[in-house]
Every structure is written in structure tokens, then in C-alpha cells.
């Protein structure tokens, strides 16, 4: 008799602001994997420090483990907690709510996770690592019996007014939230998940003999319009990209350079740079170039550029016709001090 195997486990889908539904997710694929398995798949995502998912791993640890009969289930060295709803409230205040949210820093409502920590005051030593906290919670604590699943919108809802409701607030959360927008933060939790788009930080033009020039738009990115689809692996997500020159005088696009890439190591959502020669081989003025992305799923993303001068280009609408982020910005690249 066949058997489903279980979906790709995406835990970059966790990566960012903290959404239930993608803890949920993640968490129920990892129940459905052998003990083995489930066990290499979070020691892979501890151990590798340079894709950067401490956080995450650590919250699905206080998911998926419990305390023994008898014994506590400590937290991670961390720091001293910085909790939703704390406000000006000091030890007292901590404590009371320590006290309610004993898998800090998340809690559990009706199974579903939400994370109640906004961040950690640490003083002198680091905060416990990933493998070490892992390590504690497999040779310490006991899976536990809890089986997640992806949950309805009206269930993350109901789970939330719960929370919001049942909590004992050092003191009422509507005055504490004017100030610290903690109701905002527990409510964007329960918000779908959504990608970030892809950045590009700069373009890099290189001239014939080796020079290099780069522009970014006024903010230090020149903003992708579009997104690419995440990669079950998580961490890098693979594209490829070709760069195009479309002639104002109409004709098929010509081909300037093509490649391949991955995204940056510590941010699966950015690419650093992509390299295009300078100046645009036979470009006049309103020609424009055009740089295209597209990831392993045949997911697309365009940004044109249009030459205004000699040495300038604009930001232009791109290809899709949706505005980009910054469609009036002209740059201006500077002559070049060409390497010999």
C-alpha cells in the first residue's frame, strides 16, 4: 500500500515577522517525519549559523518538546524577556506574565502559536545558541503529544481574541498599546504569510577594461518590483537572469548577458548585486535595459532601466506595467576610472 510522503518542510517561510500559520505549518510536516528524520532537520537548521534561523529553531523547539512528569521546561537563554503587554511594568509586571506564558517566547492558544516576546534585554553573556538549546530539549524533555495543523482564518482569530482576553495584563492592554502597538503585533501574526520581495542592493556596471561604477536608487536598493517563490529548502533561493537591451527604434530585444545566482547566504530574499557592462553597447537615448529574475518555479520578476543621456539612466515602469518603487529616480554614473 503507498503512503503520501510528507510535504517539503519550508522553513524560511518562518523567516521574518512571526506568523502562527507558517509555524504550523512547519511544525506539522515535522511530526509527520520519522523521529530521525525530524531530528537531522532541525539540527541542520541549528547548526547553520550563516542561514540564521536561532530564533525559529528555538521556537519550534517550544512547540514540539515538553517537560518530563515532574520537572520543568526551562527557556532558552535569552535574556530577561521584553513581553507584549509589559509597558512601563517592572519586575513584578515580568514575572505575572512569565508566569501565564510558561514557553516563552511563545505561547500557546488552542495549540496555536503566538510569539509574546518582543526582544530580549541581554546583559554581558550571549544568548544560548540554537544547538545548545536543541541539544537540552532532546536529551531533557519528552516530544510533545500536540499534533499541529494549519488552522482557518476564524481559528487564528479565535485563538487571538483569546489571548488578548484571557491574558492578565499587568494593566489593561488598551492603554499600554498607543504607546507600543502591542495589539499589532499579536494581530499581524495571524496575517498569511507573504514574501518579501526580492531586493537587489545595487547594480554594478563594469566598462570594457575592467572599471567599475555602481548606482542604487535614493534609499541604498533598487527595489525588484515583483517576488520570487521561496524554495522548499529554505535559505538560498536559486534564479536566473538575463539582461536585454530593447532599442527604441523597435526590433527584437538583444541579448547583453545572462547567468546564474543564488540569493544572499545570511537573507534568502536578497540579492547583492548583478553585474551588467557600461556603457550599454550601441544604447541611445529611450532605449531601454532590461533586467529580468526568474527563480527554479518559472516565477518572473522585471525591472527596466531607460537611458536618458550619455551616463544617465532612470528607474522606468517595467515590462509588467506595474509602477516600481521609485519610477522618477535618475541616476547619474559619474565617468569611470577604468582599471588597467
Not at 46 to 75: H, S, T, W, Y
Not at 85 to 93: F, M, P, R, Y
Not at 149 to 171: F, G, H, I, M, N
Amino acid at each position: 500500500m503507498s503512503t503520501t510522503p510528507p510535504a517539503a518542510i519550508d522553513i524560511s517561510k518562518c523567516y521574518g515577522p512571526f506568523r502562527s500559520e507558517s509555524f504550523l505549518e512547519v511544525a506539522a510536516v515535522l511530526q509527520a517525519l520519522p523521529e530521525a528524520q525530524r531530528v537531522a532537520k532541525l539540527q541542520a537548521w541549528a547548526n547553520d549559523e550563516a542561514l540564521g534561523f536561532r530564533d525559529q529553531v528555538i521556537e519550534l523547539c517550544r512547540m514540539l518538546f515538553e517537560p518530563k512528569p515532574g520537572q520543568n521546561f526551562r527557556d532558552p537563554g535569552s535574556g530577561v524577556p521584553v513581553f507584549v503587554g509589559l509597558g512601563d511594568g517592572g519586575v513584578i509586571a515580568l514575572v505575572k506574565l512569565g508566569a501565564q506564558w510558561p514557553r516563552e517566547p511563545i505561547a500557546l492558544v488552542n495549540d496555536i502559536p503566538f510569539k509574546v516576546v518582543r526582544g530580549y534585554s541581554i546583559a554581558g553573556a550571549a544568548p544560548e545558541s540554537a544547538p545548545s538549546y536543541l541539544k537540552y530539549c532532546l536529551d531533557e524533555t519528552l516530544w510533545t503529544a500536540h499534533r499541529y495543523a494549519p488552522s482557518s482564518a476564524e481559528s487564528l482569530q479565535k485563538a487571538l481574541d483569546r489571548l488578548v482576553r484571557e491574558t492578565a495584563w499587568p494593566e489593561p492592554i488598551e492603554k499600554v498599546d498607543p504607546r507600543l502597538h502591542d495589539l499589532g503585533f499579536l494581530s499581524d501574526q495571524i496575517r498569511p504569510y507573504e514574501p518579501p520581495p526580492l531586493r537587489v542592493d545595487s547594480i554594478l556596471v563594469t566598462t570594457s577594461t575592467g572599471g567599475h561604477r555602481a548606482f542604487t536608487n535614493a534609499t541604498g536598493e533598487l527595489k525588484v518590483d515583483g517576488q520570487l517563490a521561496v524554495e522548499p529548502s529554505g535559505g538560498y533561493r536559486p534564479y536566473r537572469y538575463t539582461i536585454t537591451r530593447q532599442s527604441v527604434a523597435g526590433g527584437p530585444p538583444k541579448l547583453l548577458t545572462q547567468g546564474e545566482g543564488r540569493s544572499d547566504i545570511a537573507d534568502p530574499f536578497r540579492v547583492e548585486q548583478i553585474r551588467v557592462p557600461w556603457p550599454v553597447p550601441a544604447a541611445v537615448v529611450g532605449d531601454q535595459v532590461i533586467f529580468t529574475l526568474t527563480d527554479a518555479k518559472g516565477a518572473q520578476m522585471v525591472q527596466v532601466l531607460k537611458v536618458t543621456g550619455p551616463s544617465k539612466v532612470e528607474i522606468a515602469r517595467p515590462i509588467a506595467g506595474q509602477a516600481s518603487a521609485n519610477p522618477t529616480l535618475e541616476q547619474v554614473l559619474p565617468p569611470a576610472t577604468d582599471k588597467k
